[in-house]
């Protein structure tokens, strides 16, 4: 099996994680790299290897790549992402997929045009966690659902610039929910904070009501001094409680009898680009594809929409 020649654009926080992950799949090869930061390029090629470019127009000119993965601020995904699928590679773009609805429908026509994959990197999809939930859900040994309460709080980020709290974290749960639940929502809450991010949305809590009935309840912020990832499924059955960070979940089917689970630990990136490679190969779909990263991003504008009011 030849191997897929992979790229990445944008070597933040992310990025630099993407490079380190397809250089270390056995099935891909890393070739190229971009960044506006030089010093930052010459410290991931040294370490991971591929050529250094500082501009991704001629990177994908002179490499050209199987699949790339964009990595770049969200006010820049929809004009990099549209021109590397225009050259002809398969994209997997950070989430969220745009800025906008409109863009983000552009992005997906643009891909179905040109016959290639566009992956959105709902990182969370692939959290053992969220696999572990998604199964006992879907095996109903919940029963009916009745209620999924997230938190998703932490000290400020120094690599966000453009997009407040909502789209940047909350996004992930609105996701995970819709996953969780197949189900969309039908009404929204919310309330939001701006409080240290010049303008920019820190905190929020959200009240969601889905069309399955199911009661969303919502929380996150980059204020709290301790990060917490946490996710709470109600049903008729019990109540399933699911740490992120910690890896672990506990069923409580009553107040005298509950089952703690450890869930083995398996790296999401590296699921999540398993699941990209191998669309690329044409066996199944990647984890989010841009139907959903739409979704999500509908849902978060919602939310933003929703301040003082229902949406």
């Given at each position: ?8 654009i ?24 971009c ?9 991931i ?5 591929g050529?250094?470019y ?14 790339v ?6 006010s ?14 398969h ?25 290639r994959?566009?992956a ?8 053992p ?36 709290v ?7 749960d ?37 069309e ?18 946490t ?11 699911a740490?992120?960070l910690a890896q672990?979940?506990?069923?409580r ?6 089952t ?16 990209f490679?191998?669309a ?5 779909r ?9 979704a999500?991003?509908?849902?978060a504008?919602?939310?933003l ?7």
């Amino acid at each position: 099996m030849d191997k897929l020649k992979a790229a990445v654009i944008g070597l933040g926080e992310m990025g630099q994680h993407h490079a380190r992950v397809y250089a270390q799949m056995p099935d891909v090869d890393l070739i190229a790299v971009c960044d506006s930061d030089e010093t930052r390029l010459r410290n991931i090629t040294r370490t991971w290897g591929g050529k250094a470019y500082t501009h991704y127009a001629e990177m994908l000119d002179r490499t050209k790549p199987d699949l790339v993965s964009v990595a770049v601020p969200t006010s820049e995904h929809f004009s990099v992402a549209g021109l590397t699928i225009t050259a002809g590679c398969h994209v997997l773009v950070e989430k969220p997929i745009a800025s906008t609805v409109n863009a983000a429908e552009m992005l997906i026509k643009q891909a179905k045009g040109f016959g290639r994959i566009l992956a959105v990197g709902h990182i969370e999809r692939c959290n053992p966690i969220v696999t572990a939930t998604k199964a006992l859900l879907d095996a109903g040994d919940l029963g009916q659902v009745y209620r999924i309460t997230t938190r998703r709080v932490g000290p400020s980020p120094k690599r966000i610039r453009d997009v407040g709290v909502t789209i940047d974290l909350l996004v992930h749960d609105l996701d995970i929910a819709r996953y969780l639940l197949n189900s969309e929502p039908l009404f929204i809450q919310a309330e939001l904070q701006r409080q240290a991010h010049n303008g920019l949305d820190d905190g929020v809590a959200a009240l969601v009501r889905f069309e399955s009935g199911v009661i969303g309840i919502f929380e996150s912020d980059w204020l709290s001094s301790c990060k917490d990832r946490t996710l709470i499924v109600t049903g008729e059955r019990g109540v399933w409680e699911a740490d992120y960070l910690a890896q672990t979940a506990i069923l409580r089917a009553s107040p005298t009898a509950q089952t703690e689970f450890n869930v083995p630990y398996e790296e999401p990136l590296l699921v999540e680009l398993r699941s990209f490679a191998a669309a690329v190969r044409g066996e199944g779909r990647p984890a989010a594809d841009g139907q959903d990263g739409l979704a999500a991003l509908r849902v978060a504008l919602a939310v933003l929409g929703a301040e003082h009011g229902g949406a």
